[in-house]
C-alpha cells in the first residue's frame, strides 16, 4: 500500500463526506446539534490543501498531516476524534505497508479514540463502525486475504456497525444527553466512519 493510495484514500473520503453532508447534518440533527457533516466536510477540505501545500512522503506522513489538520481544524468533538485516530495511525505504521501492518496502525487508532473518548463498543459512537472494521481486518490478516478483499470486507463491517447503532442508547457525546430519546437513530459519527472505510476499499479496488 503506497503513498498515493493514502493521499488517494482521503481525497474520496472528502469526495464522499461532501456527498452525504446533509445526510450526516441530519443524523446530527436527531440526536445532536446537526453539525456533523458540515464539521467533517469543512475538516477534509483542510487536509487536502494540508496535503497539496506539504507534500507527504510517506503513507504514515499522510495520516499524521491528516490528524494534525482534523485536530485543529474542526470544531465538533468528532475533528480531535479521527485526529486521534489518524495521528496515531500514522506513528504505528512502517513502512513498506502491507494489509497486516495496516490492521495493526488501524486498530492501534481504534485504540486510541476508545481511550480520548472513553467510549466502547455499544456506546452508540463511530467506535462501534471503527471497532468492528478493525476485527474484519484482523480476520483478513489472520485468512490471508489481499488488501483489496480485505479492505472490502473492513467496509462492509463498518456499515453494518453503523447501522448496529440505531436501537443504542447514547452513552458518550452530546446524543448521551437524550437518554433514551437517541434510541432509533443511527449515530452521525459511526456512519461518517462507514463513509471513511467506504472511501479505502474504493480507491484500492
Ligand atoms: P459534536 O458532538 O461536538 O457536535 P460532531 O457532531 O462532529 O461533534 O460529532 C459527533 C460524533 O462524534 C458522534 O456521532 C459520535 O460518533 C462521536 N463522538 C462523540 N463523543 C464521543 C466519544 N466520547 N467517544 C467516541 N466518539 C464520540
Ligand atoms: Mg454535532
Known sequence: ME???FLAWFEEAARLVRENRDRLNRLDAAIGDAD?????????????KALDDSPAGSPAEVLTTAG??????????SGPLYGSV???????LETPVTLAGFATAF??????VERLGKAALGD??????LAPASRALALAVRDGVGVRKGL???ARAAVEGAKATIPMQARKGRASYLGERSIGHEDPGAASAALFLEALATVAA
Open 107 to 112: 486498530e492501534e487508532g481504534v485504540v486510541a
Open 68 to 77: 494534525t489538520t482534523l485536530i485543529r481544524r474542526v470544531g465538533g468533538a
Open 36 to 48: 456533523h457533516g458540515t464539521n467533517l466536510d469543512r475538516g477534509l477540505t483542510e487536509v487536502l
Open 86 to 92: 489518524f495521528r496515531q495511525m500514522g506513528k504505528s
Open 3 to 5: 503513498t498515493d493510495l
Open 152 to 154: 472490502d470486507q473492513a
Open 124 to 129: 452508540k459512537t463511530m467506535v462501534d463502525a
